[in-house]
């Protein structure tokens, strides 16, 4: 058997796509390819302009600028009700005053589809979303935050999309529903096949669901990968951050030519930036590559320093170490012995495959 | 229970029972005028009889106002809702510039002296030859009645998500299907309530009428021609039958609202 590595052609395709709100930029030129059936994730601290770039992708906003095509058509001007899109809304958006059944069916009654038809597609749907076919004549206010979840998915499949846009809907459920549920979505993906574009401020959500992640800051798409990219090699500081809690170290070309950390004395083998030219970097290392050095053990990189306070962070532990005026987080194993109490010396180090140098 | 609990409790229920008395005792009274048997409006009364609600069921004349009472307040409430609806969506869905301002002189008739009102609007229609009937009544209780119907189907608007307008259109909809499966089902029970004030503002209004209804008569101001020259027990009997129509119509109006309601919590 063969694997087809073909690259998927895009089905959606945003050239130079801009949207301003007077004076303020909202979403500043992006280009962006979206594949055919791929689970696309747009994830960005708020304000970074994905909720306008969802509503242009949906018809609800038109583009200042730029064009956007869908299977190559332009539809930069086609209204909501005339694509062949599907917005599921952060608040959800369900009709109150229709019941669960009714809900599912709007897309279709509103097409003209007969009775009949229709509530066999609803029961249809909400097997696949697995929501028990007696919540058909059910009081959708009455329904839980997870039930509710499910029924805005049906009866977003029951207009049948080519794509599925979604605003966040998981924001307001409690952590251990929106576990399952992120599982779901990735399964429900799969089973339709359709393609999912996802936007949310939580890279953690994004990693769990999307084949692809597009980091957004500021109106514009800093980073597209997949979330093994995103996590491995950040584009800068931003993205790096925005993976979870990191150390950061300021590093400088000293005059004999070798990278030192700015305020953080200790022995550095920094490979340097790919800007041959930089004179400062900032080296990336997440905690769980920070080490805490026995004696006699060396490292790449050797930092020394006072532990402060020890976290425990479920299945690891975190301690705050002070290296000079900077902070560094260190996380081991729970279980693994690690001889930092509170105001012990230790030393730190980390290797230079474990290190991320980026240029900003 | 302590003292002091008890104490409010029993003050609470005494105040309670005298705003009612002071409310509803007057209704009663001339209820209980138009029962009696005399010539002349009195009270206590001596002896009772069904015999002034009979010549007044059976008067060619109150037939004529109230039919002309039903008229304009059924015209009123048929315009006002339809204008008071996208005034209340301009009010209180859309944002726009001169909104504020638009809020602010929309609601300014209500406070304006009916008597007043009545008398401006008199003066504009002799101006522009305009000859005074129930239909300029209409006019009249409009400018004063669409504020306050704007009012309370704004109250309803505002507790209104317009994402759910977005998710229709986004599902298909079209601009009209949009407002009748989203927009107009759930804004129906301010709309209702709207159509019940201004039945009811309409139907009891006596300046405006009094000033620009010209010849035709409404119940109110026969009701108060009457009392000045000619007085007869059919007046606290009319009174009488306008309030209980009144009451049957908030009652009707209240049910039909609690079972769209309930229908809905299903």
Same mark, same amino acid.
């Given at each position: 058997?063969?694997?087809?590595?073909?690259?998927?052609?895009?089905?959606?395709?945003?050239?130079?796509?801009?949207?301003?709100?007077?004076?303020?930029?909202?979403?500043?030129?992006?280009?962006?390819?979206?594949?055919?059936?791929?689970?696309?994730?747009?994830?960005?601290?708020?304000?970074?302009?994905?909720?306008?770039?969802?509503?242009?992708?949906?018809?609800?906003?038109?583009?200042?600028?730029?064009?956007?095509?869908?299977?190559?058509?332009?539809?930069?001007?086609?209204?909501?009700?005339?694509?062949?899109?599907?917005?599921?809304?952060?608040?959800?958006?369900?009709?109150?005053?229709?019941?669960?059944?009714?809900?599912?069916?709007?897309?279709?009654?509103?097409?003209?589809?007969?009775?009949?038809?229709?509530?066999?597609?609803?029961?249809?749907?909400?097997?696949?979303?697995?929501?028990?076919?007696?919540?058909?004549?059910?009081?959708?206010?009455?329904?839980?935050?997870?039930?509710?979840?499910?029924?805005?998915?049906?009866?977003?499949?029951?207009?049948?999309?080519?794509?599925?846009?979604?605003?966040?809907?998981?924001?307001?459920?409690?952590?251990?529903?929106?576990?399952?549920?992120?599982?779901?979505?990735?399964?429900?993906?799969?089973?339709?096949?359709?393609?999912?574009?996802?936007?949310?401020?939580?890279?953690?959500?994004?990693?769990?669901?999307?084949?692809?992640?597009?980091?957004?800051?500021?109106?514009?798409?800093?980073?597209?990968?997949?979330?093994?990219?995103?996590?491995?090699?950040?584009?800068?500081?931003?993205?790096?951050?925005?993976?979870?809690?990191?150390?950061?170290?300021?590093?400088?070309?000293?005059?004999?030519?070798?990278?030192?950390?700015?305020?953080?004395?200790?022995?550095?083998?920094?490979?340097?930036?790919?800007?041959?030219?930089?004179?400062?970097?900032?080296?990336?290392?997440?905690?769980?590559?920070?080490?805490?050095?026995?004696?006699?053990?060396?490292?790449?990189?050797?930092?020394?320093?006072?532990?402060?306070?020890?976290?425990?962070?479920?299945?690891?532990?975190?301690?705050?170490?002070?290296?000079?005026?900077?902070?560094?987080?260190?996380?081991?194993?729970?279980?693994?012995?690690?001889?930092?109490?509170?105001?012990?010396?230790?030393?730190?180090?980390?290797?230079?495959?474990?290190?991320?140098?980026?240029?900003? | 229970?302590?003292?002091?609990?008890?104490?409010?409790?029993?003050?609470? +229920?005494?105040? +309670?029972?005298?705003?009612?008395?002071?409310?509803?005792?007057?209704?009663?009274?001339?209820?209980?005028?138009?029962?009696?048997?005399?010539?002349?409006?009195?009270?206590?009364?001596?002896?009772?009889?069904?015999?002034?609600?009979?010549? +007044?069921?059976?008067?060619?004349?109150?037939?004529?106002?109230?039919?002309?009472?039903?008229?304009?307040?059924?015209?009123?409430?048929?315009?006002?809702?339809?204008?008071?609806?996208?005034?209340?969506?301009?009010?209180?869905?859309?944002?726009?510039?001169?909104?504020?301002?638009?809020?602010?002189?929309?609601?300014?008739?209500?406070?304006?002296?009916?008597?007043?009102?009545?008398?401006?609007?008199?003066?504009?229609?002799?101006?522009?030859?305009?000859?005074?009937?129930?239909? +300029?009544?209409?006019?009249?209780?409009?400018?004063?009645?669409?504020?306050?119907?704007?009012?309370?189907?704004?109250?309803?608007?505002?507790?209104?998500?317009?994402?759910?307008?977005? =998710? =229709?259109?986004?599902?298909?909809?079209?601009?009209?299907?949009?407002?009748?499966?989203?927009?107009?089902?759930?804004?129906?029970?301010?709309?209702?309530?709207?159509?019940?004030?201004?039945?009811?503002?309409?139907?009891?209004?006596?300046?405006?009428?009094?000033?620009?209804?010209?010849?035709?008569?409404?119940?109110?101001?026969?009701?108060?021609?009457?009392?000045?020259?000619?007085?007869?027990?059919?007046?606290?009997?009319?009174?009488?039958?306008?309030?209980?129509?009144?009451?049957?119509?908030?009652?009707?109006?209240?049910?039909?609202?609690?079972?769209?309601?309930?229908?809905?919590?299903?």
């Amino acid at each position: 058997m063969s694997i087809d590595v073909k690259k998927p052609k895009p089905i959606l395709q945003l050239v130079g796509v801009r949207k301003t709100f007077g004076d303020f930029v909202a979403v500043d030129r992006i280009d962006l390819d979206v594949r055919q059936g791929e689970f696309l994730t747009i994830v960005g601290p708020s304000g970074s302009g994905k909720t306008t770039l969802l509503r242009m992708l949906a018809g609800m906003d038109v583009p200042s600028e730029g064009n956007i095509t869908l299977h190559g058509e332009l539809i930069n001007d086609v209204p909501p009700n005339k694509r062949p899109t599907c917005l599921v809304f952060q608040s959800l958006a369900l009709f109150p005053h229709k019941t669960v059944g009714d809900n599912i069916e709007f897309p279709l009654k509103v097409r003209g589809v007969d009775k009949e038809t229709r509530k066999a597609r609803a029961l249809e749907l909400m097997r696949v979303v697995r929501l028990p076919a007696d919540y058909h004549g059910k009081n959708v206010m009455k329904c839980s935050g997870g039930e509710r979840q499910r029924v805005a998915l049906a009866r977003a499949l029951a207009y049948d999309p080519e794509v599925l846009f979604f605003d966040e809907p998981l924001s307001a459920i409690d952590y251990k529903l929106k576990k399952i549920l992120e599982k779901e979505l990735k399964d429900l993906h799969r089973e339709t096949g359709k393609t999912f574009i996802y936007i949310t401020h939580s890279l953690e959500e994004a990693m769990v669901m999307s084949d692809r992640i597009g980091v957004m800051r500021a109106g514009k798409i800093v980073q597209v990968g997949t979330p093994e990219e995103i996590y491995a090699t950040p584009a800068d500081r931003f993205v790096s951050e925005f993976v979870g809690e990191v150390n950061v170290i300021e590093v400088a070309k000293s005059a004999a030519g070798t990278w030192q950390g700015v305020d953080l004395p200790g022995t550095y083998t920094i490979r340097p930036p790919k800007d041959e030219d930089a004179a400062r970097a900032f080296v990336v290392v997440r905690p769980e590559f920070m080490r805490l050095l026995d004696e006699g053990e060396t490292a790449d990189n050797c930092l020394e320093g006072t532990v402060y306070n020890e976290y425990s962070l479920g299945s690891r532990l975190q301690y705050q170490v002070h290296v000079g005026a900077k902070v560094m987080l260190v996380e081991v194993p729970r279980g693994r012995l690690a001889n930092a109490a509170r105001d012990a010396r230790v030393r730190l180090g980390f290797d230079a495959r474990d290190a991320i140098v980026v240029g900003s | 229970m302590d003292i002091n609990a008890r104490r409010t409790r029993a003050f609470v +229920t005494l105040w +309670t029972i005298l705003v009612l008395v002071a409310i509803y005792l007057p209704i009663v009274c001339g209820a209980l005028a138009s029962l009696s048997k005399g010539r002349y409006f009195g009270f206590p009364v001596r002896e009772y009889s069904m015999e002034w609600w009979g010549k +007044t069921v059976d008067s060619i004349e109150i037939g004529m106002l109230t039919r002309t009472s039903f008229a304009v307040a059924i015209t009123v409430t048929l315009l006002s809702v339809v204008i008071a609806f996208f005034g209340a969506l301009a009010f209180a869905r859309y944002d726009w510039k001169g909104r504020r301002l638009f809020q602010k002189i929309v609601l300014l008739p209500i406070f304006f002296p009916q008597p007043v009102l009545g008398l401006a609007l008199l003066l504009w229609f002799s101006a522009l030859g305009i000859q005074t009937s129930w239909l +300029t009544a209409v006019f009249a209780h409009l400018v004063w009645i669409v504020p306050v119907v704007t009012l309370v189907i704004s109250i309803q608007v505002y507790g209104f998500d317009p994402t759910l307008e977005e =998710a =229709a259109y986004d599902l298909g909809c079209s601009r009209w299907q949009v407002f009748r499966e989203v927009t107009l089902p759930l804004l129906w029970p301010g709309v209702w309530s709207g159509m019940l004030f201004a039945f009811l503002l309409s139907w009891g209004n006596f300046p405006l009428s009094l000033y620009t209804a010209g010849a035709d008569s409404t119940i109110p101001k026969w009701l108060y021609a009457k009392m000045v020259a000619g007085y007869t027990p059919m007046v606290p009997a009319l009174g009488t039958m306008s309030t209980l129509g009144a009451a049957l119509a908030l009652g009707l109006g209240g049910i039909v609202l609690y079972l769209y309601r309930r229908r809905q919590a299903q």
